[in-house]
């Protein structure tokens, strides 16, 4: 028999008879109550370099069962476990010990009604850990057993291991931002506190940067996400902090329709005559905004969409379409989702092409950094027809 009963993972290991955790007897929860086993296969979560403390039980029972439950290869041959010890551990992240509750089981423990014995053990998980990922924590040990046929024959030194699922999480901490901006307000910069080699994300964020005009007004979601792998872990663990921030701008709306002119210049606070958004297309006309009727045919877009009714691409398909962020600060993404852009070109009001990008992609992020501030026309080309976009540039 090359397996029997129970395993739990480290890098190495000393073994003290000093007990550091207490046995639980849960032996009515098991799968096979009369033949033991571990009483749970996951540890709790634990955070790189922060101090982690977790115990797991097993029981070992006196009653002779099919050694195939534990050890396929050794189906049919009917055994009872009588001691169980040189523990080691093996696979575990750098900086954990573990630790049994004795040196040595040996069975049988205390009588159970049935005329079988249960003996209790534990083993202890401490440190701080140093490495990130998802653990086979494996605890291997000799199980000497007896042989229940006509005659207990005693079989020595099997080795046998039982294996635990241990995840160490990243800590992904970060600072820089603070709880209320402008858009009129200066880029910050993002300072990782924790784990390294994450990404962050979110409105307004380039790299490590968060900008308040990028992200525009509004309560963004600003992410820092780590996954790693390292030393014996088998999978990556991840995890992610997130913090709030609330911007406000005001852009000036001319013809008082609720909505604000994309290439105004904003200001800090509400006053009259200006608006917290900047999703009008001509802040000359009351009856064009993002809440008008469009007019199919007319040759007026008057709903803001970029295009009148009378374009290639449909009401849902437009639906479909992302430019963001408007105004730009110097760039700016086009995302058409399970449609195929073809080209992109940006014209000033005067219908001069100032820049144009052909690709053949549902997403694009074009770099728009030499153009000067103002609104401009994009005119996306796919394979369902073009749309229009007004943009702002707002350096």
Known sequence: MKKLLLVISMVSATISANAQCTPVNCQASLTYPDLGGVCDTVLADATVNNTFSDFESFLITGACFDAGLIDPGSAGTNVKIKTIDNFTFSGMPVGLTGVTSQGSYTSPGTMNSDNTQTLAGCVAFSGTPTEIGVFNVTMNFLVDVLLCDLFYIEQSNNAASYVLWLTVKPNPTFTGLSANYCVTDAPVNLTVTGTPGGTFTGPGVTGSSFNP??????????????????????????????????????????????????????????????????????DSNVGINPNATEIAGNGIDEDCSGTDATAGIDELVLQQLQVYPNPSTGSINVNFNNITIQSVDIADLNGRVVNSLKVNSKSVEMDLSTLQNGVYLMSISTEKGTVQRRIAIQK
Not at 217 to 228: F, L, N, Q
Request: net charge negative; aromatic share 8%; with cysteine.
């Open 213 to 282: 005009a990028a992200a525009g007004p509004g309560s963004h979601e600003i992410k820092y996400t780590v996954a790693k792998q390292e030393g014996a872990a088998i999978a990556p663990a991840a995890d992610s902090m997130v913090v709030l921030v609330n911007v406000t701008g005001y852009y000036a709306d001319v013809d008082n329709d609720g909505y604000g002119d994309p290439a105004s210049t904003p200001v800090c606070t509400a006053q009259t005559g200006f608006v917290a958004n900047y999703t009008d297309c001509d």
